[in-house]
């Protein structure tokens, strides 16, 4: 091993005095260092010996000891009086124990003198150069990762890894490397004492443990657990920068080392003590369950620690196995809870089948509670209600709101009731009172207005919510209330605020919230931050709920962005879920998107068997407006779309007859009468532009933007048709301000063309260019443009030519796409 430059200089004239002390842990390369050093010096004539001096040594004879720190307090000491000799040169190596005095006040003595040289682990580029020296050719990088992760960078262990694979004789390096480095931790490892070896493999456990906490383990005074964790510490073995797996690896070797029998008497021993003194953490904690060790007691802090851990799903759920797995009993219901809250629903639904058949009640409620909230998760609302019918009312506020959430998903207002009304037995916690709030709320959706619904499921959110896994989270609900009653402002800030709040480790609700957050974007007519959301979640491994939401989502951003192939893409996956699919109240909104993009492609039937089972639900529920009208809405879409006046009539009569009680489904009931009047080719400015903007302020602005383009498409009059236009892109600006999240201090920003954006483009082109761009982006012909814009085709053909050269659009797909970026202009 390459000494440093300032040893380097010194070696080229060994003969001027030196002091240098050379500090490391085990196999870091002191008596390697130390052996160059007495080879310059003897190489120049000094005479060397390998002691502390004794009377008769030659006075210019140089100093050079290894394994100081094995020296007597009297060595020690002579060592430091001979450093304050300044014609005298001194080199020792030891390692870098701290609690002994007379080695301290050498090192103190030698570091007054020159700095210490501390040898550590070798670096990638260490072990690369190496490499090269010993196998003749430059490593590859597998090999020099290899050598690291089983060597942690120690010289004698990454020495004899490289060693072996210069005889591995054509045979898997990363194995013979594994085996080398093994072999010689344990050959060094044999020459630790028993006490130490002790230490080391309660520090391989954490590195958190002190000499008290050793002490007490092993039994042994203060200074002897001083002295063992300080040799422990020294030996480099344990540092904080070598890696977990080199950590784990150790304490399997020293574990061999010292038999099974020691090895459990000292982890059962630690556990012990640890417990008694209540500072037992998770880590160690953990540890010790995953060693094998199984003890009562240590499936009873694992339990405690879990219940601590309710707000970090993942964690809990890896103490609660790790508590089952030391023989914890009865934990399989707080197991499956956590479990489910990590997304691991297939686990956690496994466990509470086991748990229905349970002969203690609480248990079995819990099991329900469960198995219901996976089943929802899942799209099979019909089983979460079968398995709430099957348990009956019973006497806790969170099972009951659960069985609210599920009976009248499926329509069942009666043992929606039944549930509310079941007596509760515990204490009015917050907890239960944000249950409550919650069945409350949602029966107040069926029984009464949005109003009064949506007041008191907020409420709800402000209490202490249960940890345990539910149907359905309350922001989710809130946010699903808000968007049928047309609360746009709502449904973004509530949802916005849970997305924000979503832990990491929150697989059941995370995509679930993202998802909701990219509806109310997409409602609104942002479309990009709709599709960033939607592309957020990982398609692969959805539930059917949210597997028909993001399919959905997709489906509703391309209809609007006027992409027919990722239409045909997305709608077909959709309906791939939805056939199987248990309809339920809470998927009406990806249902009527649905209906509406089958409209477009003709595949109405389709959707048929789900629509009639949606109807349906709503009938048993007594047609409320507030979850009714979303959907009417997009059957007046889908009527139109399927050029069927018979078909839009009856959603458009629904609507009417909710508008008495309703103004959101007022403003939609005007909006349809409207609609169908501009597709009859009647635009009136006034009655058009009090539509769109009814519409944006219900957080329908893309419907908006819409109808303002589909009048000015249909009207003969030049202005009206310009006043048209322009209303659908201020109402599309008034979007675009809150793009990026809705921030509004941040929408100017947001706002401001970048050089060469899109924005920038379209400022170049003129009103009339723009009007053609506009028309052209329906899909009109240039002959039915012209008579629109009172203008010859081949006028607007020269203008289509000069927004091409404008924009640099090489083809008209491509300028087609440039308009629609620019002018956000829906299918």
């Known amino acids: 091993m390459a000494v440093s430059d300032v040893v380097a200089t010194w070696l080229s004239s060994p003969t001027e005095p030196m002091k240098l002390l050379v500090s490391g842990g085990v196999g870091t390369g002191k008596t390697t260092t130390l052996a160059e050093i007495r080879a310059a010096l003897r190489a ?25 720190h094995l020296l007597g307090t009297a060595d020690l000491e002579r060592l430091a009086e001979l450093i304050g000799d300044a014609a005298a040169t001194v080199v020792i190596a030891a390692e870098p124990l701290s609690h002994q005095p007379a080695l301290n006040s050498l ?18 580029p260490d072990v690369h150069r190496l490499a090269a020296e010993i196998l003749g050719v430059p490593p590859s990088a597998e090999l020099v990762r290899d050598t690291m992760a089983a060597s942690a960078g120690l010289p004698f262990l ?83 920068s070598l890696s977990p797996a080199f950590t784990a690896a150790l304490h399997q070797n020293v574990a061999q080392i010292i038999g099974a029998a020691r090895h459990h008497q000292v982890e059962t021993s630690l556990l012990r003590t640890q417990l008694e003194q209540s500072t037992l953490s998770t880590e160690l904690a953990l540890r010790l369950a995953e060693h094998g060790l199984r003890d009562p007691r240590l499936a ?27 023989g914890a009993s009865e934990l399989n219901a707080k197991l499956a809870d956590a479990l489910a809250l990590t997304g691991d629903c297939a686990t956690a639904g496994r466990l509470a089948d086991e748990l229905l058949g349970s002969e203690n009640a609480g248990e079995r409620a819990a099991a329900v509670r469960i198995a219901a909230s996976v089943a929802l998760h899942d799209g099979s609302a019909a089983q979460a209600a079968e398995l709430f019918r099957w348990l009956g009312p019973y006497p806790d506020a969170v099972v009951g709101s659960a069985a609210v959430v599920a009976a009248l998903g499926v329509g069942d207002v009666t043992s929606a009731r039944a549930a509310l009304s079941a007596d509760v037995s515990g204490p009015p916690t917050s907890t239960a009172r944000a249950a409550r709030g919650i069945a409350e709320g949602l029966l107040l959706t069926v029984d009464g207005g949005y109003p009064a619904a949506v007041a008191r499921l907020a409420q709800s959110m402000t209490e202490q919510v249960s940890a345990a896994v539910t149907p359905d989270t309350p922001a989710a609900l809130v946010t699903l209330v808000a968007m049928h009653g047309g609360d746009s402002v709502r449904a973004r800030s509530v949802i916005g605020r849970a997305v924000r709040g979503t832990g990491d480790d929150e697989g059941f609700v995370a995509r679930r919230h993202t998802l909701l957050l990219g509806w109310a974007r997409m409602l609104d007519g942002q479309l990009s931050a709709a599709a960033a959301d939607a592309a957020s979640v990982d398609g692969a491994n959805l539930h059917r709920r949210d597997a028909l939401w993001a399919a959905a989502l997709q489906t509703a951003v391309a209809r609007r962005a006027g992409d027919s192939g990722a239409v045909h893409k997305h709608w077909y996956a959709a309906m791939e879920v939805l056939t199987e699919y248990s309809m339920d109240l809470y998927a009406l909104l990806p249902l009527g998107e649905l209906w509406v993009a089958a409209a477009r492609l003709g595949q109405v039937d389709l959707v048929k068997p789900a629509l009639d089972e949606a109807f349906t639900l709503l009938g048993a529920l007594g047609n409320p407006p507030l979850w009714s009208v979303p959907l009417h809405w997009s059957g007046v ?49 006034g009655e058009v532009t009090a539509a ?46 809150t793009e990026d999240g809705g921030d509004v201090a941040e929408a100017p920003a947001a706002a401001a063309p970048r050089p060469g954006s899109s924005t920038t483009r379209e400022s170049r082109l003129s009103d009339r260019e723009r009007e053609v761009a506009e028309l052209l982006l329906q899909g009109m012909p240039y002959r039915d443009i012209g008579s629109q814009l009172f203008i010859s085709a081949k006028t607007v053909e020269h203008h289509v030519a000069r927004i091409r050269r404008r924009l640099g659009a090489e083809s008209r797909s491509e300028l087609i796409s440039m308009l629609r970026a620019m002018l956000g202009a829906p299918s």
């Open 44 to 68: 120049a004539g000094v005479t060397v010996v390998a002691r502390p001096p004794r009377p008769g040594d030659p006075p210019d004879a140089a100093v050079v000891i290894d394994d100081a």
């Open 107 to 124: 090192r103190t003595a030698m570091t007054r003198e020159a700095p210490v040289l501390a040898l550590t682990p070798m670096t990638p």
């Open 158 to 240: 990454v020495t004899a890894a490289l060693a072996a694979v210069v005889s591995a004789d054509g045979g898997s390096a990363p194995d013979a490397v594994a085996r080398a480095a093994r072999v010689a931790l344990i050959e060094r490892l044999r020459r630790v004492e028993e006490p130490v070896l002790d230490t080391l493999l309660l520090s391989s456990l954490s590195q958190e443990l002190g000499p008290d906490d050793v002490g007490a383990a092993l039994g042994v005074d203060q200074d002897e657990a001083q002295r063992l964790v300080d040799v422990a510490r020294a030996s480099g073995l344990i540092a904080p």
């Open 300 to 326: 009873s802090a694992l339990t405690d620690l879990a219940a601590r851990n309710q707000d970090r799903p993942a964690n809990a759920a890896r103490l609660y196995r790790a508590a089952t797995k030391v």
């Open 637 to 685: 879409h889908a009527g139109i779309l399927a050029n069927s006046p018979a078909s839009v009539a009856p959603h458009g009569q629904a609507l009417t007859a909710a508008a008495a009680d309703s103004s959101f489904a007022r403003a939609l009931a005007i909006a349809g009468r409207t609609w169908l009047r501009v597709l009859a080719n009647h635009v009136d400015a």
């Open 692 to 737: 769109a903007r009814s519409l944006t302020q219900f957080g329908l602005t893309w419907d908006a933007t819409r109808l303002a383009s589909q009048a000015a498409l249909h009207t003969p009059d030049g202005k009206v048709s310009g006043a048209m236009l322009q209303l659908a892109r201020d109402l599309k600006v008034t979007t675009a301000g």
